[in-house]
């Protein structure tokens, strides 16, 4: 069996991973099970767009969704067994759609994508069908191929970020509606090319949205961030690691390990966690441990206790920690036990993590020290006075924005050096795990301001967005371009597409975009995005630097 994959920015060779496995892990068989259930979803939303239309409810179909878009990102989702109960899901749900439609004597009409009269449920034509699709997108031409796979990959760091708003009872149905009829718009060869970019940038508009409402959910719940230092050492107890981007299973855990002498410690994604007003009543809640995700394999070992991975990105489990590490929510992988969502909303049971803690060692110190962090939009904004004054006095003479994903490539030691080659009076503002590429350098402050700000997870682009357009208005300027800040940004997933979108949207110019450019951009797409928005490759450190400095 082979596959064809070129989602993240490991894309093999710049081209796509073929073969038998992806650079991710991903084995062909889940990538190919993987695609089908994208394309099947098409069908889902082509049949749920007449039954809404008919008055029948959808609700289910908009859940479905959500699970399958954020499924399929790249290294939530290893099992092949997950794969094939979504796909089998979808078509049940499809089918019963089509059913009360008939019950109302609705015609689907004709014409109709092969997903939607496709039927067949058996599990050896699923994988039959699995292997036809093998990873390509459908599309008259390289160039609508490219711009469906903006927006396809868009919707898939929207539902993830849509699903943790979901998870605190926060739900966008305007989201919803646009995601339903985006995948129905990826299946219609009538659209114009002009039409797929308006498709592009309205996919960008609703990624503001969710991004938006993911934060108001966060602060609601958790309180607004503030600036907390966190402790990157370890203590005497036994612990337990979360990873992933969560937050209510990261109050479940807290709460449910209250008195059990034992220790919770964040990784990653998980590491803003700490700056949560409502997580710092936790004295167990000690600090954070590791760094990007990509490192899992030798800090999950040396941590000891139990991990539970909340969502992306978990990457090909050792044997060395595989008796200890859990997933939930959309997370799987072969072997590891998954921990379901409690019964009737209520909380999920970590009971049987934190009996396998209670027996571990304590975590092995692999670093000491303490990492300041909390400079989401509300702090930063109750700063302004300061950050101003610093601007006006010229004290501060740039901004930074070096958010985004991290990863394994060593071309991504470029971030680490342009944060070393920034000139003394330059403050990096950053989110998401990009940031462990400097936050841990000795870059010092400029009047008491960190020349590091991070503003959190990847979602807190937002934040970084909103400080902006804010900035925009104190320095009373008309285009957000003008203001003193350039965008070195790193990406991986398809979570960082959505972010980039939203940069787009919100009219953000001049963006400089690595390790490498998307592999699904097509030469004519590509040339749009230089020509519209000014996205360039990274290039020489040095070079770069001055180019930045120079409003280049």
């Given at each position: ?65 959500t699970e399958v878009l954020f499924t399929t990102i790249t290294n939530v989702n290893f099992s092949i067994e997950d794969c094939k109960t979504v796909v089998k899901k979808g078509l049940k749900l499809r089918d019963e759609l089509i059913s009360q439609l008939a019950d109302k004597g ?118 607004n961030p503030e600036i907390t230092e966190v402790n990157i050492g370890v203590g005497k107890n036994p612990g337990i690691l979360i990873s992933g981007h969560d937050l209510k299973d990261m109050e479940y855990l807290l709460e449910q390990t209250v008195g059990t002498g034992v220790d ?69 992988y072969p072997g590891v036990k998954h921990i379901p969502d409690g019964e009737n909303g209520a909380a999920k049971d970590f009971s049987e993590v934190i009996e396998i803690a209670k027996n571990c060692e304590a975590p092995i110190e692999i670093e000491t020290g303490k990492i300041v ?180």
């Open positions: 069996m082979s596959m064809f994959c070129y989602q993240c920015q490991e894309a093999s060779k710049g081209i796509g991973c073929s073969g038998s496995m992806g650079v991710c892990g991903i084995p062909a068989d889940v990538s190919n099970m993987q695609d089908l259930a994208i394309y099947i979803l098409k069908g889902v939303a082509i049949v749920s767009t007449k039954a809404k239309e008919a008055g029948i409810d959808v609700s289910t179909a908009k859940t479905y969704m609705v015609e689907l009409g004709n014409n109709l994508h092969d997903s939607v009269t496709w039927f067949s449920s058996d599990e050896a034509e699923l994988i039959k069908k699995s292997e036809e699709i093998e990873g390509k997108i459908d599309a008259p031409n390289e160039d609508v191929r490219s711009l469906r796979a903006l927006v396809l990959y868009g919707l898939k760091g929207m539902a993830a970020y849509h699903h943790h708003a979901i998870n605190l009872g926060t739900v966008n149905d305007e989201v919803h509606d646009f995601t339903q009829r985006a995948l129905v718009a990826l299946t219609n060869d009538e659209l114009t090319v002009e039409e797929n970019i308006a498709l592009v940038m309205e996919t960008g508009k609703y990624s503001v949205d969710v991004m938006a409402l993911l934060d108001k959910a966060n602060t609601d719940a958790y309180g919770v410690y964040t990784h990653s994604e998980m590491l803003p966690a700490h700056y949560y007003p409502k997580f710092k009543k936790y004295d167990h809640f000690v600090g954070n441990y590791g760094n990007a995700w990509w490192k899992q394999d030798k800090e999950f070992a040396s941590f000891n206790g139990p991990i539970i991975m909340t969502t992306n990105c978990i990457v090909p489990v050792k044997d060395s920690y595989k008796d200890r590490i859990f997933t939930t929510d959309a997370v799987g962090g909390g400079f989401a939009h509300n702090q930063v904004m109750a700063l302004a006075d300061k950050v101003v004054g610093a601007v006006k006095t010229g004290a501060v003479k740039r901004f930074v924005v070096m958010a985004g994903c991290d990863g394994r490539q060593n071309g991504r030691n470029y971030f680490t050096e342009v944060a070393q080659e920034l000139p003394k009076d330059t403050v990096i503002l950053t989110a998401g795990c990009a940031k462990y590429r400097y936050n841990k350098l000795e870059l010092g402050d400029i009047g008491g301001i960190p020349r590091v700000l991070d503003a959190g997870q990847c979602n807190d682009s937002y934040s970084l967005a909103v400080i902006a357009l804010k900035l925009k208005e104190v320095f009373g300027l008309e285009d957000i371009n003008d203001l003193p800040i350039s965008y070195d940004i790193a990406w991986y997933e398809q979570k960082a597409v959505t972010v980039l979108l939203a940069l787009l949207f919100l009219g953000v110019k001049g963006i400089r975009l690595g390790p490498t450019l998307p592999a699904f951009l097509s030469p004519n797409v590509a040339k749009v995005l230089v020509e519209n928005f000014g996205i360039k490759a990274i290039g020489d450190v040095k070079e770069d630097v001055e180019a930045m400095m120079n409003a280049q």
